[in-house]
Structures are given as structure tokens and as C-alpha cells.
């Protein structure tokens, strides 16, 4: 195995115009690997740090140039003469940090430097980076959860409820799956228009109408599959991804998007059951705060059976948070966002403990993106089975979809796209 001979990094702009940490890694043997880390705007509080500089004369305070500075100073000389081993790359690394979070050195060059080790491992070897990640058995392509209304914070407009997704889980293969999902973007554009809406975009790609109500967001997805000539449900599925973390207020929780309306953990979850009855919903995430175990073991126990549950904010793909969930039957699925835990050998952690426990796992995107489609890799290396990276609109979003359609392509007749909604 190569050894590691330079580490550099980079300030570079992530999709929201912010700054972001870019790191590249160059391999004894000449081989190199880059990738650029995403950041979010709802962000858990259990995160691991993402370090920003406070400098308000630069980039409003969000300039990362010390997180740059700790790669080059700090991980650069300790990993130089290193064997480029994924396991034994993290390990130093989390040990140089030396904090639960990676508040010291900052999870943003923590993950770069990560990332990049494994793009440089892969190029070693000759290989795709899903292969080098996942084998020979690195063969299903995922089921994108496209999200095509924002709300909450990806966007200005009057829905608190932050992500309003299709799913074409009943596609025959990936490449027709964005077909079918780009197909009923483009009519809920034109239903909108119809309607005198903006067709304006939120942070994700998504429309960022100002609606009624967010059964009015509901009832345009479905007449938006069904005007392209598919079935609710069967063909295309709903996701959402209520964001209900940042609703929170006091022991309720508050829609200051629509008048402050408040509600308590046992209203969401009747409103929950009144949706999943009415509209075809395979999945929600973040349905209840990130503190409120109690209200999400009573939201598992009403809904758990019959729609996938995913923790974001809840889990923040970290191991020993999904354990706790996992013996308390919290959830059935979490959400992976490498950014939320700082190492690839901590994501794939994360990732083996679900699929163990039967929990399905999503592979996500940020708000704050780059053109860097690693995680399209991720999800076919793990076989995750679903990744969320936006609408099909912005490049930072298509990048990951790209790339998934070349994957599917040089997988050919081995490539397989399975539904995890049908009964």
C-alpha cells in the first residue's frame, strides 16, 4: 500500500456562496485524491463541529482558513509517511484532534483530508471509488428522494416543513428513475406557473412557492406525478423531511412561517397519520425534535410499521447515538451525512450498526453543497439502497445524479435498483 506523501488544502465556495474546506492528497506513488466538504444550514446539535473563523471582515465570520491551516500545519506533517489505509488515516487523525465533537482542529478539515484519502486509495488501486469502497458487490444504485418544494430554512417562503420529496421507487432502473423524477419536476414548474407562483428555487434545487398550506404543497405533487402519466404511490412516492428540530419551542412546537401556530408532539403525530392516510408518504424524516425521545418512541410505535422513519438531526450519524436508538425502537432508518460525524471510517460505522439492526439508511446531501459527488459513491459502495441530494436543478445536486447514471452505466446488466417501499 502507498504511503502518503502530501496533504494540502484549499478555501473553496460551497453552493450557498459560503466558504468551505478543499483538501487534496497526494500519494507516495503519484496517485491523488481531492473532495470538498458540504455544510448545513438545520444542523443537529450533537454535530461535530464544522470550525469557522469569526472574522467578520472576511465572508461574514464563516471564512474556514483555519480549519485550512490545521490540515497544513497540523494533520499534513503527522500523516506524511503514512500507509494510506482508510482505518489507520481516520484513527490518527481523530486522535490528533483529540475532542468528542472534533471542536479542536474542526470536522470540516478533519473530513476533507479524510475524503481525499480515500479518492487517493481508489486512484491507487485503478479503480471507481465505489469498487475501491465497496467490492465486487457494490451493485445497487439508490433511490433518490428528490426534493422539489423547500420550505423551512432552505427557503423564504411561508412553509415551515423543510423538504417536500418525490420518490420513483417503482422505476425499473436508476437511469429511468431520473427520468421519472425530472419528468414531474418539470410539471409541478408548469403547475405553479399555471397558478401565478414563483418557480423561483430554494437552496436544494426545490420550488419555494408561497403556499396556503402544506397540504397545498402536498396535493400539487400529486397532481404533478399524476399529470406525467404515473401512479401516486406505485411509481412515485412522497418523502418529507419535517426539519421538526428547528420548530421546537419550549415543550411545544411553534410554525412562525403560518401565524405561530403551536402544536404538541401527540398533534404532529396525528397529523402525521392523517397524511400518511390521505397522500402516499413512504417517509418521514425528523418528525419530532431531537430531544424528544419520548414523543419519537410514541411516533414509532403509531407509524413505525408502516412508514420509514429517518433520524437526521435525532442520530447525526453517529454509532453510538443510533445504538441508543436502535435499543430504545426510536425510528427505523437514519439519515448519513459524513459532515455530521468528521471521518469515513465513522460514517461506514454508523452504516454497519443500522444495516445490522434492519434500520434502513439513506445516504444525504447538505444544503451547502459542492460540485463533489462523493457520497453518490457512498451509496452504491454501502448499497444504502436510497440518497437524497436535492432536485434534479442546480449543479451541485445534478453532479450527484451524474454521476450515479455513469455508475449504472459501467455496472451495466449488473446494476440493480430495488424498491425498499414495496410490500
Known sequence: MSTIDRVHAREVIDSRG??????????????????????????????????RDGDKKRYGGKGVLKAVANVKGVLAPALRGLAADQNLVDAKIIALDGTDNKGKLGANALLAVSLATARAAAAAKKQPLYRALGGEGATLLPVPLMNIINGGRHATNNLDFQEFMIVPHGAPSFPEAIRQGVEVYHALKGLLDARGLTTAVGDEGGFAPALRSHEEALDLMVEAIGKVGLKPGADVAIALDTASSELVDGDGYAFKKVGGRRMSADDLIALFEKWCAAYPIVSIEDGLGENDWAGWKRLTTKLGKKVQLVGDDLFVTNDAILAKGIQEGVGNAILIKVNQIGTLTETRAAMARAARAGYRQVVSHRSGETEDAFIADLAVATNAGQIKTGAPCRSERTAKYNRLLVIAEELGPAARYESPFKA
Open 18 to 51: 459560503f466558504p468551505t474546506v478543499e483538501a487534496t492528497v497526494t500519494l507516495a506513488d503519484g496517485a491523488t485524491g481531492s473532495a470538498a466538504v458540504p455544510s448545513g444550514a438545520s444542523t443537529g446539535e450533537r454535530e461535530a463541529i464544522e470550525l
